[in-house]
């Protein structure tokens, strides 16, 4: 079975510039997550969607990040313009809540992530 | 707020050593916990997970207990092998509305010598 799927894995722009990150979740799970990681602040949560719907949107750090789901099988995580503190590798992850589960309980699958770095 | 708080690494060990790596959590009411393993390149994969008090999990000879009258969910290895080299998270998911918020500890870099 395909896991969640990201692009790009690698991306190095200027500062300044539009990023795009790109995820494919695992078919049929209906809950969506985009996490950054840094060595200062460890995993972050940015941002939640369950069934394409922005649930919880409290972790995007300011109005620079934007995030979309417009189907069930891809998101977008776009920063513009970009700048060096937002370099970090970034982690899609998606999960799947049915009637009657508690999604604390449902795993969550984790993409490869995409390190960004912004010179 | 809820936190985790897990060893600061990082640890080095020889083949078939006993590992622990301890964790300790705060939270309100009756959260949900993980370990997840990141290897080099990858993302996370979830290890094992316990969902109550006095709950046991264990995947591939890691285990973990929920000790809740400690707050605590250290993770063990009997026999630590060289592929076990990565990066260890402890996390939680609280009870309640917000239980798909996982937090997550710092992070153990383990490395395994042959």
């Known amino acids: 079975d395909a896991g969640v799927i990201q692009s790009p894995r690698h991306e190095v722009t200027e500062m300044g510039q539009e990023v795009t990150l790109r995820c494919k979740p695992i078919?049929?799970?209906?809950?969506l997550f985009w996490y950054r990681q840094t060595m200062m602040r460890g995993l972050e949560l940015l941002i939640y969607f369950n069934n394409n719907v922005p649930i919880d949107d409290s972790g995007m750090p300011e109005d620079r990040f934007s995030a979309k789901m417009p189907n069930a099988s891809f998101s977008t995580l776009k920063i513009q313009p970009s700048e060096p503190r937002d370099s970090a590798v970034y982690f899609c992850a998606s999960s799947l809540v049915g009637r009657g589960l508690r999604l604390a309980n449902q795993p969550q699958h984790f993409g490869d992530g995409t390190r960004l770095s912004i010179l | 707020g809820n936190s985790v708080t897990q060893m600061e690494g990082p640890v080095t060990l020889s083949e078939e050593a006993f590992l622990t790596i301890n964790c300790t959590y705060t939270a309100t009411g009756y959260p949900s916990l993980f370990w997840y393993v990141q290897y080099p390149g990858e993302g996370l994969q979830l290890l094992l997970k316990a969902t109550k008090a006095d709950d046991k999990g264990s995947n591939k000879g890691f285990e973990a207990t929920y000790r809740k009258e400690t707050t605590s969910f250290h993770l063990e290895k009997g026999s630590v092998q060289v592929s076990d080299s990565a990066v260890y998270f402890c996390a939680l998911a609280p009870s309640g509305g917000s239980n798909y918020k996982l937090t997550f500890g710092k992070g153990t870099l383990l490395t395994v010598n042959p």
């Open positions: 078919s049929g799970h209906n809950s």
